[in-house]
């Protein structure tokens, strides 16, 4: 997950550039990949709040570079969950007919079970 706050369209794409071909292990999937762009402002009249994709801090709170950390990590966190629901959904859709085998014949081939994804370690790990 990448946060940028205050920058255009060309320094993120310069940044992200460097940031891949520096620190990253492996590629992901161009399905788990997800853009949200958010806005953001200053007031002194609106209390911090985050809705429709605008994020809003008071004037102090935005210098202030804990508060973006903050809110960077909230919103990263919000992706991985994201990102393992979609997961645990697809692994619903695809073991959906090992419990019917079972209510039907009372075993689970070892063939169904290969096809399935249940055998992959999951890490839910920071």
């Not at 609106?46 to 804990?66: F, M, Q, S, W, Y």
Request: charged residues 25%; negative net charge; glycine residues 6%.
């Amino acid at each position: 997950m990448v946060a940028f706050w205050g920058l255009d369209k060309a320094q993120e794409a310069h940044l992200l550039a460097s940031i891949t071909t520096t620190c990253a292990i492996g590629s992901l999937d161009p399905s788990d990949v997800e853009v949200d762009e958010f806005t953001f402002n200053y007031s002194t009249l609106e209390r911090p709040h985050i809705a429709n994709d605008t994020v809003t801090l008071h004037r102090r709170a935005g210098r202030d570079h804990k508060v973006k950390l903050a809110i960077s990590y909230a919103l990263s966190q919000s992706t991985k969950l994201s990102m393992h629901e979609r997961r645990v959904q697809d692994m619903v859709l695809e073991t959906k007919d090992l419990p019917e085998g079972l209510a039907e014949t009372g075993k689970v081939s070892a063939s169904a079970l290969c096809r399935t994804s249940l055998g992959v370690e999951f890490s839910l790990g920071p």
